[in-house]
């Protein structure tokens, strides 16, 4: 589902430069309760970022509801856990940045925009 979220998703309109996925869903040990930890690095552009955020929210409602289908089980908060960076994030490899090129459980890039 993370590699459908960040195929599906437009790049221009939300000001993305990148998708990844991180922890259990990362791994392939999420369990029925897992959230899927997105980290979108972003423009400086609090309109695309509002947008995006509307976006993803959509879908984390409705994955918490498919994984209600699936499982029975519901977290009532959504699927998705998502982390914004921006370009200043990864010049100083602050908090989830430095997970794009880490040596010990790195990010897995979905999708980069050219560019």
Same mark, same amino acid.
């Given at each position: 589902?993370?590699?459908?979220?960040?195929?599906?998703?437009?790049?221009?309109?939300?000001?993305?430069?990148?998708?990844?996925?991180?922890?259990? %869903?990362?791994?392939? %040990?999420?369990?029925?309760?897992?959230? !899927?930890?997105?980290?979108?690095?972003?423009?400086?552009?609090?309109?695309? !970022?509002?947008?995006?955020?509307?976006?993803?929210?959509?879908?984390?409602?409705?994955?918490?509801?498919?994984?209600?289908?699936?499982?029975?089980?519901?977290?009532?908060?959504?699927?998705?856990?998502?982390?914004? !960076? %921006?370009?200043?994030?990864?010049?100083?490899? %602050?908090?989830?940045?430095?997970? !794009?090129?880490?040596?010990?459980?790195?990010?897995?890039?979905?999708?980069?925009?050219?560019?």
């Amino acid at each position: 589902m993370a590699q459908l979220i960040a195929d599906k998703m437009d790049l221009d309109r939300f000001g993305v430069k990148a998708v990844y996925v991180l922890g259990s %869903t990362k791994n392939a %040990t999420a369990g029925w309760g897992s959230d !899927i930890d997105l980290m979108i690095h972003v423009e400086d552009n609090l309109d695309k !970022i509002e947008k995006l955020k509307s976006w993803i929210e959509g879908w984390s409602y409705c994955l918490d509801e498919f994984n209600h289908f699936l499982t029975g089980q519901r977290t009532g908060v959504g699927l998705i856990d998502l982390h914004l !960076i %921006t370009d200043q994030d990864v010049r100083e490899k %602050t908090s989830f940045a430095v997970k !794009i090129n880490a040596v010990d459980d790195p990010a897995r890039a979905l999708r980069i925009r050219k560019g």
